[in-house]
């Protein structure tokens, strides 16, 4: 399926600035996590999942400086490439916020990796985001299966 891009999907709601450039704190992380119903994760094994990670984005509010949005990539550098943790705050702004999350981050994944599939196990609220970005849910009934591991 080609990519496509939906414009009204790119433009950051006011108030609010992206940074790819800095890791945000474990801690950011996890408070984010739990006002969006996520699961949180060990401040150590959150640093190490970013860190192996070949992109992640950040959208943070201009007023308070606080982490609003997040979305981190994961890839084999061929085929596949997957995304991890795509959430943003609940609120009016949350669609407009997931789905600048989706768009920047594939615009990156197809440049520097071009042709390989690219595939998230994603909440409820991201759907709507995911599907004006290209994303098929269950494409040919294909069904994602997961193992927690304790």
Known sequence: MPFR???SSLSLPPG??????NVPESGSLNR????????????KKLSLAIERSIYYLSIYKESTGSLVGFVRA???YGLNANLWNLVAQPGDDQGSLLSVLVNKTLRVLRRDIPGCSISIAASKASQQALQENGFLLDPGGIRAMGLKLF
Not at 16 to 21: C, K, P
Not at 32 to 43: A, N, S, T, V
């Open 5 to 7: 891009i939906k414009s």
């Open 32 to 43: 984010l996590f739990w006002k969006c119903r996520e699961q949180m994760y060990h401040p």
């Open 16 to 21: 609010h600035f992206l940074d790819d450039e």
């Open 74 to 76: 994961t890839t084999d």
